[in-house]
């Protein structure tokens, strides 16, 4: 478990007084390592240079421009994000949603809410995150599964065997040459058709 200040936090905000009061909130939580970069250009890239942990997005007054470079942060950058905005309407909360914004805060800047509120971002985007990783995971392993089912039907065609023996033979060659059998399915595959 990661300790407090230990992690790296963030703080995007053009106007210093409100950011001073995030970085408050968060030293007076605990929050120790906490750094601010203003909205300007540029910003993934400078995001992907300081590497931080968590990020926290203040915006007073966000146009749709500045909405947008901030959901161009949250879909390059796999972290937790809290935003903080003074106004907002629906189309704007749902696609700060979809972006991966793990706590979108309307009119809610005040220092003794922060530390809440990157908590709860904290573990929304770890829920999202496992949820991530094991459609990935069942995805790969489906992809997988086809290639097997494709190359153990190229197999029962091109040399007459069993569903059974052409997994066999896919098995024994995966063992042989220490590959996984879906490795080997798509050498099977390839060498097919690179015959046509």
């Known amino acids: 478990m990661v300790r407090l200040e230990e992690y790296n ?102 220092q003794d809410r922060i530390r809440p509120i990157v908590d709860m971002a904290i573990s929304r985007f770890n829920v999202f995150d496992q949820l991530r990783r094991e459609r990935d995971e069942a995805q790969a392993k489906l992809n997988e599964r086809k290639l097997i089912e494709r190359a153990k039907g190229i197999l029962m065609k091109e040399k007459g065997l069993s569903e059974e023996d052409s997994y066999a033979l896919l098995r024994k060659n995966a063992m042989k040459q220490n590959r996984k059998i879906y490795e080997i399915a798509q050498s099977v595959i390839t060498a097919f058709q690179l015959e046509f």
């Open 9 to 110: 936090i963030l703080v995007i905000d053009e106007n210093p007084d409100r950011a001073a009061i995030v970085e408050r909130g968060l030293v007076e939580s605990g929050y120790t390592r906490v750094a601010r970069i203003g909205t300007s250009h540029n910003l993934v890239e400078r995001i992907q240079a300081l590497a931080p942990d968590i990020i926290i997005i203040d915006l007073e007054n966000p146009d749709r421009d500045t909405l947008e470079q901030m959901f161009q942060v949250s879909r390059a950058i796999a972290r937790p994000i809290a935003m903080f905005v003074d106004q907002s309407d629906a189309s704007m909360i749902q696609e700060a949603i979809s972006a991966g914004v793990s706590a979108y805060v309307v009119d809610g800047l005040r």
